[in-house]
């Protein structure tokens, strides 16, 4: 299991957490294995928030809408995002499970996207940032390498900082974006080199690093402890 976390030196500064953990979730969700959560500043000085959730297509259907939980002002109800598009995305080949016909199989997985409507962001942020996040309940309780599994939870978070004091209202710059959906399934043995194809509107630097997987349902989140035999 892994947390992709990277940020962006340049303007507005980010920090985007994006998990690709092998969970499920009961309640709203299902068999989530991972997603993202980004932004793009429009035209029209607005902001539209965009959701991912990788999905297992083993499990109860996707959402039909999710909300983001943040701290920007005006925003203390959320800003809620429709399903816009669902897309298979399991591994192709010969005897593959689909969406289709999953089989029980975990690499059938759909992707799931979810959009806001045109959100306006008055203010600068604070030093610490404004955040924003999206979770849900719960872990399967077949993941082996962090404790109490079952009762943990999925958590995608990002952070928009500060830049020169600069109002976000308008908006001035988008978040970075993954071109390529990740990679869900590998055959035993199989090396792989992967490439997450991020890349920034704007054209401003990334950088990346490991970040722990979060567990609790409100910001600040508490990082998920170890099974025996595995660490950060």
């Known amino acids: 299991m892994r947390t992709l ?13 994006v998990s690709f953990l092998f969970v499920s979730l009961c309640a709203n969700a299902s068999h989530i294995l991972g997603g993202e959560l980004t932004w ?3 035209g029209s000085g607005e902001y539209i928030f965009k959701v991912k959730l990788f999905k297992d297509c083993n499990g109860i259907p996707p959402p039909v809408m999710t909300s983001i939980t943040t701290n920007a ?8 995002c ?14 593959c ?20 409507d045109p959100v306006i962001l008055t203010g600068v942020p604070p030093a610490t940032g404004w955040y924003f996040y999206y979770t849900d309940c ?19 978070r990002a952070f928009m900082y500060p830049f020169n004091g600069q109002n976000a ?36 630097s990334l950088a990346y690093s490991w970040d722990y997987p979060f567990d609790g349902t ?9 099974s025996l035999g595995y660490s950060f």
């Open 218 to 226: 409100s910001f600040p989140f508490v990082n998920c402890n170890y």
């Open 73 to 80: 002002p005006g925003w203390s109800s959320g800003i809620t």
């Open 82 to 95: 429709n399903n816009v598009s669902t897309n298979d995305i399991s591994s192709v080949g010969p005897g």
């Open 5 to 17: 976390n990277y940020s962006v030196c340049s303007k507005v500064k980010f920090i985007l957490v």
């Open 169 to 204: 209202n308008p908006c001035f710059d988008s978040s970075p974006q993954f071109a390529e959906p990740p990679v869900m399934a590998t055959s035993t043995g199989d090396h792989v080199k992967l490439s997450h194809s991020a890349f920034d509107p704007e054209l401003d």
């Open 40 to 42: 793009t500043c429009t």
């Open 97 to 116: 499970p689909s969406c289709g016909n999953p089989g029980g199989q975990p690499s059938s997985v759909m992707e799931v996207v979810y959009t806001s």
């Open 138 to 156: 719960c872990r399967n309780g077949a993941v082996t390498n962090l404790s109490g599994s079952i009762t943990g939870n999925f958590t995608l």
